[in-house]
C-alpha cells in the first residue's frame, strides 16, 4: 500500500510564496507519474503540477512560470514551490502516485493540505 502524506501548506498574501511536501511511502521512482492536484470549494479538482518517473514535467497553464514541481530521490519526496501566488491558488492541494508496479497498482492520493492566498 502507498502512503503519501502532504506539507506546508497555510496562509500567505498574495504574491508570497510556499513550498509544499510529498513524503511517500516508498522510491518515488517506482511510480509511473506523481503529481500535484488541487480542488477549490465547488469546483473539480484540477491537475497542478506532474512530474514523470523519466523527469518530464508539465503544468496547468494557470500556474506556468510560478510554480515549479521538483523532487528528491533520497528523501523520497516530491515538492511544489508556489512563487507570486494569487488569491484564486487558493485550494485543497493533494499529492498523488500513479503506481503500476503489479502488486500495488493503482491512483494514490495524499489527505490533502490547504493554501489559502489572501488579496
Known amino acids: 500500500q502507498v502512503q503519501l502524506v502532504e506539507s506546508g501548506g497555510g496562509l500567505v498574501q498574495a504574491g508570497g510564496s510556499l513550498r509544499l511536501s510529498c513524503a511517500a511511502s516508498g522510491s518515488i521512482f517506482s511510480f509511473n507519474a506523481m503529481g500535484w492536484y488541487r480542488q477549490a470549494p465547488g469546483k473539480q479538482r484540477e491537475l497542478v503540477a506532474a512530474?514523470?518517473?523519466?523527469?518530464?514535467?508539465n503544468y496547468a497553464d494557470s500556474v506556468k512560470g510560478r510554480f515549479t514541481i521538483s523532487r528528491d530521490s533520497a528523501k523520497n519526496t516530491v515538492y511544489l514551490q508556489m512563487n507570486s501566488l494569487r488569491p484564486e491558488d487558493t485550494a485543497v492541494y493533494y499529492c498523488?502516485?500513479?503506481?503500476?508496479?503489479?502488486?500495488?497498482?493503482?491512483?494514490?492520493w495524499g489527505q490533502g493540505t490547504q493554501v489559502t492566498v489572501s488579496s
Open positions: 512530474v514523470t518517473s523519466g523527469g518530464s514535467t
Open positions: 498523488n502516485a500513479d503506481d503500476r508496479r503489479p502488486l500495488t497498482r493503482g491512483n494514490y
